[in-house]
């Protein structure tokens, strides 16, 4: 029986951020394929995110996952690794948030990822997800924070 919770799901995942990659076709195919990095790190998304709604109690009487409905609101915080080399004050200035990383993967690519590896997990579908709050930080531990609630008009 699944349960309707309010509180939000917050995943982490320690692990350098990557960006949705764009599709490669092979020969005449038109079948767009993906890396298998890109796979691998989506299948440990979706895992956690599997893991999250379990512990939640959002299963149903055969044990399987039941998806939110309805509007979803995410916030979704991207850790990258503090260079090498920075001064002492540039270093704590990234760890407080002062310095913010202007590096690659572009913060919607690593969204992308993260929305895909939720699909059918956490929300049915992306497009229910109708507000998003995203940042790029500085972290001694490269990782991904996301908080997922339902949306609620206040």
């Known amino acids: 029986m699944t349960k309707k919770t309010d509180h939000p799901l917050t995943l982490v995942y320690e692990a350098r951020p990557q960006g949705k990659t764009a599709g490669k076709t092979r020969r005449d195919s038109p079948i767009i394929y993906q890396s298998k990095n890109q796979k691998w790190y989506e299948a440990a998304l979706r895992k956690i995110a599997v893991a999250k709604m379990v512990a939640n109690g959002e299963v ?3 044990g399987e996952v039941v998806p939110w409905e309805g509007p ?5 915080r991207i850790y990258h690794p503090i260079p090498k080399g920075l001064s002492k004050l540039r270093y704590t200035m990234a760890r407080n948030g002062e310095l913010r990383p202007l590096v690659k993967p572009d913060a919607d690519n690593v969204e992308k990822s993260i929305n895909d590896a939720m699909k059918s997990v956490i929300f ?3 497009n229910q997800i109708v507000e998003t709050k995203r940042s790029k930080l500085f972290g001694v531990i490269p990782r ?11």
Do not use: P
């Open 72 to 76: 979803i609101e995410t916030v979704v």
């Open 144 to 154: 991904i924070e996301v908080e997922v609630k339902r949306w609620k008009y206040e």
């Open 60 to 62: 149903d009487e055969a």
């Open 124 to 126: 049915k579908d992306d």
